[in-house]
């Protein structure tokens, strides 16, 4: 055991409250969540900041000594990796994320380029017992994952966003929904179901008005998959339930097609009852077409409305409407007009009807 100054603490230990002087081991348990100490060993020009407990995104630089936690990734618009079988102090492996998940790149994003490096220096100790300098390995998350996790809205109504993919608006459109349902009056709960560890979607969901908001790191999840989207999904919905908000919104990171359980928990029937509306935000007016198939065909699911960059002008509101039935709103230039559509489609507009211009 030695000690460790950091310079940077990835927003994936925020649970833990590191300070920048930490215990750390050699022995390191090769598991996801699992909190370790590195020192970048690259210089980067692009995708090349780290979001910091605080929120904060910080620039990293080579040199620089970084807490963050093992984990995976496997991301379309990013790169993709796993955590290795065994490590070792020296041992050289990559930033996935610009939330602070570390782990062995198995592929690049030409647009990102190359992830950094990053050499291993050791596993940060917690003490959890009292009086006792016996150090465990600190993990993420302020409590477990209980896959038997129930599920109880307890009645409150609920909008879950879905994409075609990544980078495809659903985080600017639940901000926009949040924002206008807030400015109606409604108290709203708002979290993040499924994707790679990073609070900024749901810091700027509390930004726009959220009560409180949850991520699924809470959990002790770094990345998501399909074997524990589902109990993450049934989790945040009882516990966002609890203090009887107006409304509860949530998005499902990814896409419809991808590997971070989206597909898993739209396949539950028990969460699929508890929808009470489902927003698609689609790329295009083809991305479009095929969420909506796919959301009718395997998920029996019929979607509220269309947003995300297919509806950035009326051209492709007119398609959505006419090829596929659906209404459209834009939730940058008309983020008005889709929350005051939910709330119609939720049936809570007579109840917290829009107040008259003076």
């Not at 990171?253 to 935000?281: C, F, K, M, N, P």
């Amino acid at each position: 055991m030695k000690s460790v100054v950091v310079d940077k603490i990835a927003s994936i230990t925020q649970a833990r409250a590191l300070g920048h002087e930490l215990r750390i081991s050699e022995d390191i348990p090769c598991e996801e969540g699992v909190i370790i100490v590195v020192e970048v060993l690259t210089e980067k020009n692009t995708y090349n900041m780290l979001e910091l407990t605080s929120g904060r995104m910080a620039k990293v630089s080579k040199g620089d000594i970084v807490a963050g936690a093992l984990g995976h990734r496997k991301a379309l618009f990013g790169y993709s990796g796993h955590v290795p079988t065994q490590i070792k102090p020296g041992d050289v492996i990559q930033m996935l994320n610009i939330g602070g998940v570390l782990g062995v790149c198995d592929s690049a994003n030409a647009d990102r380029g190359r992830p950094f490096d990053c050499r291993v220096l050791g596993v940060v100790l917690q003490f959890p017992f009292l009086g006792e300098r016996i150090g465990v390995p600190a993990r993420i998350g302020q409590r477990p994952l209980d896959l038997a996790a129930p599920l109880n809205t307890q009645g409150v109504p609920v909008i879950a966003l879905a994409g075609t993919c990544m980078e495809a608006g659903k985080t600017a459109a639940a901000c926009a929904i949040i924002s206008r349902m807030r400015h109606r009056g409604l108290a709203v709960h708002a979290f993040k179901a499924t994707g790679v560890s990073l609070r900024r979607d749901i810091l700027a969901m509390e930004d726009a008005g959220a009560r409180r908001s949850m991520i699924f790191t809470d959990f002790g999840v770094g990345t998501t998959t399909a074997a524990v989207g589902p109990a993450l999904t049934r989790a945040m919905l009882t516990e966002m339930a609890v203090g009887q908000p107006d409304v509860i919104v949530f998005e499902l990171g990814d896409g419809l097609l991808g590997t971070y359980g989206v597909e898993a928990i739209l396949a539950a029937a028990d969460i699929r009852q508890s929808l009470t509306a489902v927003v698609l935000s689609a790329n295009d007016p083809v991305a479009a077409w095929g969420g909506v198939k796919l959301l009718r065909d395997k998920f029996l699911i019929e979607p509220a409305v269309v947003t995300g960059p297919a509806t950035d002008n009326q051209v492709g509101v007119d398609i959505i409407a006419a090829q596929m039935g659906v209404s459209a709103f834009n939730a940058r230039s008309h983020g008005t007009e889709l929350g005051d559509h939910l709330l119609e489609v939720t049936g809570l507009s007579a109840k917290f009807p829009a107040k008259s211009a003076a």
